[in-house]
């Protein structure tokens, strides 16, 4: 079966998630979503890369189809990058199984979307 999907993980200084989306979306991803975190990284990585390293941190996770994961994946690096203020670093995974999302041609199906209460139909 062929992987059609990888999931993008984006590790930024906090307070840059909104910049990795902004990137992401450009080039054609849809949504992600951002959990906190806090980095544990030592004075010889802070070295090697001659910056300073924050602890706080956001990881975006960006669902993709495969075909766009290069471009993502280069517009991640060009706007949060470890040579920005973001300080980001992005990889990604292959995704075997998706549920709950349809591809960017299709639209919902009747039963995908939540049902309306004809109360709240003013």
Known sequence: MENKYEMILCIVNTGFS????????????????VIHAR???NKEAEQF????IQPDKEIVMILVPQDIK?????ALYQHAGLK???????????????????????????EDRPAQNPDNLK
């Open 84 to 110: 920005t203020e973001g300080q980001g670093i992005a990889f990604s995974v292959p995704v075997d199984d998706v549920v709950g999302i349809a591809p960017p041609s299709e639209k919902p199906q009747a």
């Open 49 to 52: 890369f001659h910056i300073s």
């Open 39 to 41: 980095g544990t990284a």
């Open 18 to 33: 909104e910049t990795v989306m902004d990137a992401a979306k450009e080039v054609g991803a849809r949504g992600g979503t």
């Open 70 to 74: 290069d471009k993502v994946l280069h």
